[in-house]
Nanobody, 124 residues
Framework: QVQLVESGGGLVQAGGSLRLSCAAS????????MGWFRQTPGKEREFVAA????????HYVESVKGRFTISRDNAKNTVSLQMNSLKPEDTAVYFC?????????????????WGLGTQVTVSS
């Protein structure tokens, strides 16, 4: 019933930009803290960014601070991740996720719903 669908991934050169979007359906979107995670083969799924239900706060992993921006539009049931100054180490599958918590969560076990992911590849 609940569905999260990511889009916007692709291939970009180092220093370039991409904007990821996540469209949600089947849930009361505005009631959920939303997050973005990323994963590469052989590595643990890594927290990237999260945003409060009302966008009152945002939080980022240190490695993307100043380069990535998370935002949401509750009227459209979407959450986005603007990625600037991309680096090869940003290459990963990026996942949109929703948690029922009302506060910040940075581990994947705290998130209830997940999209299927979208590939981001940054060439050097």
């Amino acid at each position: 019933q609940v569905q999260l669908v990511e889009s916007g991934g692709g291939l970009v050169q180092a220093g370039g930009s991409l904007r990821l979007s996540c469209a949600a359906s089947g849930l009361a979107f505005s009631a959920y803290v939303m997050g973005w995670f990323r994963q590469t083969p052989g590595k643990e799924r890594e927290f990237v960014a999260a945003i409060a239900w009302n966008a009152a706060w945002t939080h980022y992993v240190e490695s993307v601070k100043g380069r990535f921006t998370i935002s949401r539009d509750n009227a459209k049931n979407t959450v986005s991740l603007q990625m600037n100054s991309l680096k090869p180490e940003d290459t990963a599958v990026y996942f949109c996720a929703a948690t029922g918590l009302s506060y910040l969560a940075t581990t994947s076990d705290r998130y209830l719903y997940w999209g299927l992911g979208t590939q981001v590849t940054v060439s050097s």
